[in-house]
């Protein structure tokens, strides 16, 4: 059985607005396991950016952790300490060091008043990866040309602003694989970029995950990413995981309806399709989510019960959790049509 590094449970955060209170995730449990790169995928709203950035507390106000442990595993031998528990101090100090983020967006990531080579050198200088950020700059030469930054011995003298948004992004990923990580969190690592970059980002995401060992935890809206990227799969609807395991039994045999209506929206080259299709209907208001399974308004199976009872999340193969009252008689039926759902005795 791996170990794991972390282990997430029972994470809970609301957000305290006019409007009234957002509950963006509700009670979201995982465990990610050293060295694999485990997606958390879902639309837009879902509570995925949510639930990465409460793993090391970076919840910013109207937002509140309400409850939940993230059980950080720093050595194989250590017992664990609690994420959301440690004194902020600590804190910073695994925060970028240990467990370092890629964020959407490389330019709202990078200082624009900086060099490149500055800040990347700086996230070293903080951590004492280095004792001067003349020596941080030297490495930052490094690290460019490992994340394929050209003319690294120039760039790194260069502002954000000189550089295309590819670009932009591979100077945050020196920075996040700056004090080897044990563990990266790419948060759309690749949204704010054109398709080509899109696809060498990934490519060099897999190869410094393996020649730096890390754990990766992806978060991402597209399934062929996940498809492509990761081992293991969680997917969220509404605050909450709805389907969880290994990518090759959730792909090959998805039980929730919702992973099953997202995996149909996934274009396939060798089918000729006149139409793409699409889940009808919009992710609910989480100020007052649906009662029941939060899926059901949009579900063609919706049955009373899923109106007005949550499903638990079950186990039903190794490692492979859904939750869903319906996921045995769903199994096995080949026609996962939103729009022309099979018939569920
Ligand atoms: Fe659909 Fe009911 Fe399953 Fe929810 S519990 S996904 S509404 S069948």
Excluded at 17 to 22: I, K, L, N, Q, S
Aim: charged share 25%; with cysteine; aromatic share 8%.
């Amino acid at each position: 059985m791996p170990k794991p590094i972390l282990d997430v449970q029972d994470l809970t955060v609301h957000f305290y607005t006019y409007a009234g209170v957002v509950k963006a995730i509700e009670g979201v449990s995982f465990k990610i396991f050293e060295g694999e790169t485990f997606a958390l995928v879902g639309e837009t709203g879902c509570g995925k950016t949510v639930t990465s950035r409460a793993l090391t507390r970076l919840i910013e106000s109207p937002g509140r952790i309400v409850r939940g442990r993230v059980l950080y595993y720093r050595t194989e031998s250590s017992s664990p300490i609690d994420l959301l528990k440690i004194p902020e101090e600590e804190l910073r100090e695994i925060r970028g060091k240990e467990i370092a983020y890629i964020f959407q967006d490389p330019t709202a990531s990078l200082d624009p008043l900086y060099t490149n080579g500055y800040q990347v050198s700086e996230a070293m200088y903080y951590h004492r990866t280095v004792s001067k950020i003349k020596e941080g700059i030297m490495r930052a030469v490094d690290l460019f040309k490992k994340v394929l930054v050209p003319n690294p011995e120039k760039n790194v003298e260069t502002f954000p602003h000189e550089l295309s948004g590819g670009m932009r992004q591979r100077v945050v990923i020196s920075a996040a694989i700056s004090n080897n990580p044990k563990i990266v969190i790419a948060d759309e690592p690749t949204t704010a970029l054109d398709v080509t970059v899109q696809a060498q980002i990934l490519e060099l995401l897999r190869k410094l995950k393996d020649e730096y060992n890390s754990t990766v935890i992806l978060i991402t809206h597209n399934m062929g990413v996940v498809a492509e990227m990761a081992d293991r799969v969680a997917v969220m609807y509404a605050g909450k995981i709805v389907e969880l395991g290994d990518i090759f039994s959730v792909f090959e045999k998805p039980y929730h309806p919702y992973t099953r209506a997202l995996l149909r929206a996934v274009p396939d080259p060798l089918k000729k399709i006149e139409r793409l299709e699409s889940i009808p209907g919009t992710v609910p208001n989480l100020i007052n989510p649906p009662p029941g399974c939060r899926f059901h308004p949009r579900c063609p199976y919706a049955t009373d019960k899923c109106k007005l009872k949550e499903p638990p999340v079950v186990e039903i193969e190794n490692g492979h959790y859904v939750a869903c009252w319906l996921y045995e008689k769903l199994e096995g039926k080949e026609k996962t049509s939103m729009q022309q759902p099979v018939e569920v005795q």
